[in-house]
């Protein structure tokens, strides 16, 4: 069983930036594939980037490519989402996801083994 739990939210300027973390329980958490999702109030929650197990492959939705950096640091079972240039319409919940089959990606209706419990993040306009 795996636990992740997120940290690094808040609110934060337009064109600001956050440091999202992502902490798994575990001895495995590098069998993992890591990745984070957010979900806007009134939205349908949405891909917002991947990383493979070794950190050497990383996807990212259209909207935050440029922006967004996932990495990872197996050695502190710890899966990060640097986000620069913020705007508002990235406010949202960001939930960090583990699956020890594949890659995550943005398939729809794809279940994933573990989630964490969110973390906020708002960007003032």
């Known amino acids: 069983q795996v636990q992740l739990v997120e940290s690094g939210g808040g609110l934060v300027q337009a064109g600001g930036s956050l440091r999202l973390s992502c902490a798994a329980s575990?001895?495995?958490?590098?069998?993992?594939?890591m990745g984070w999702f957010r979900q806007a109030p009134g939205k349908e929650r949405e891909f917002v980037a991947a990383i493979n197990r070794s950190g050497g492959s990383t996807n990212y939705a259209d909207s935050v490519k440029g922006r967004f950096t996932i990495s990872r640091d197996n050695a502190k079972n710890t899966v990060y989402l640097q986000m620069n240039s913020l705007k508002a319409e990235d406010t949202a919940d960001y939930y960090c996801?583990?699956?020890?089959?594949?890659?995550?990606?943005?398939?729809?209706?794809?279940?994933?083994?573990?989630w964490g419990q969110g973390t906020q993040v708002t960007v003032s306009s």
């Open positions: 996801v583990g699956d020890a089959r594949s890659m995550i990606t943005a398939t729809p209706g794809r279940t994933y083994n573990y």
């Open positions: 575990g001895r495995t958490f590098s069998s993992y594939y």
